[in-house]
């Protein structure tokens, strides 16, 4: 079961992530109305290419946006989360080791202690943003069961990863059921809302680009379009 999952399910996995993620940025470009959106985006580079890495760079940073700080507790719970969403995958030792030996591809690895840190912390991150589908009512109102499935998903890998971690049941079963999990998060990515880790980049340089070109952008305020 683990070579099975360590070698072609996982390659096969890593396809699916990134070509159906590339799909998606192509698609979402193509999807841009020139008439409806009016796109100005490829006649104006230089302030275009300012006004996205401008949006992309204060929506990355913690509290450094106005949408950030009106909400400090989903800001917290969005940062715990996405610090280990990001960095765990990528440069956990375990992780780097399975990459090299199923493509070659050397990433560097993170300390033990940080590793379990991240991982904790995006546990914790999951468990407030599924509080805050509960607690306020305006989200509430928004939120369909796909949303917790969404959440639960997520979960899945970290949950399943420090169990195998700590060796706190049978390590063979549950680093198996964590790759498992590890697998079904990066096959599910391109179809569901976990889309956004390519499309978040995608619609924050679309509205970047537009505050740098047009709205308040080289032409000032009071543009025809
Ligand atoms: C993409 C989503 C994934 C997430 C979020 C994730 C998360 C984790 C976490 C939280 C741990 C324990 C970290 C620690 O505190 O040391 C872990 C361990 C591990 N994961 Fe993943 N993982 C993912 C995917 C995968 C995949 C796809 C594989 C292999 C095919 C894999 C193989 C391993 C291995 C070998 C360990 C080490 C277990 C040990 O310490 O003995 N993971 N992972
Ligand atoms: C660089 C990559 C990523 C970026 C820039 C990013 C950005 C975002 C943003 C902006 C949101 C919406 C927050 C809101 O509702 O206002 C979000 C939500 C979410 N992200 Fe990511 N994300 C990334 C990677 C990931 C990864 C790898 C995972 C999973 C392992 C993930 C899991 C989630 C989940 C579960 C939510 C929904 C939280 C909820 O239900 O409220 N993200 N992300």
């Known amino acids: 079961m683990y070579e099975f999952l360590a070698g072609p399910m996982f390659i096969l996995s890593l396809c699916v992530f990134f070509v ?10 193509r999807g841009l109305h ?7 985006y490829g006649m104006y580079p230089g302030p275009g290419i300012k006004g996205a890495a401008r949006s992309i760079g204060y929506w990355l940073l913690p509290f450094g946006t106005y949408g950030w700080r009106a909400q400090p507790f989903m ?12 960095l765990i995958p ?6 780097t080791l399975v990459l090299k030996a199923a493509t070659g591809i050397a990433l560097p690895a993170m300390p033990a202690r940080i590793a379990d840190f991240l991982s904790w912390a995006a546990v914790i991150g999951i468990a ?4 805050r589908r509960i607690a ?3 989200v509430r109102i928004l939120t369909s069961a796909y949303d917790y499935f969404i959440l639960l998903v997520t979960a ?4 399943t990863g420090l169990v195998a971690r700590y060796h706190a049941g049978d390590y063979a079963f549950w680093l198996s059921l964590h ?45 025809a379009w």
């Open 20 to 29: 159906g993620l590339l799909v998606r940025a192509i698609w979402y470009v």
């Open 34 to 40: 020139w008439q409806m959106d009016r796109v100005a």
């Open 75 to 86: 800001t917290v719970a969005f940062f715990l989360l996405h610090l280990g969403a990001v």
């Open 90 to 95: 990528l440069f956990l030792l375990g992780h």
């Open 128 to 131: 407030m943003l599924a509080l």
């Open 136 to 138: 306020l009512p305006e």
């Open 156 to 159: 899945a890998p970290f949950i």
């Open 179 to 223: 790759m498992f999990f590890g697998e079904v998060l990066l096959i599910l990515a391109p179809f569901t809302k976990l889309s956004h880790i390519i499309l978040f980049f995608m619609s924050r340089a679309q509205i970047g680009m537009d505050y740098g070109i047009k709205r308040g952008g080289i032409n000032g305020k009071g543009m």
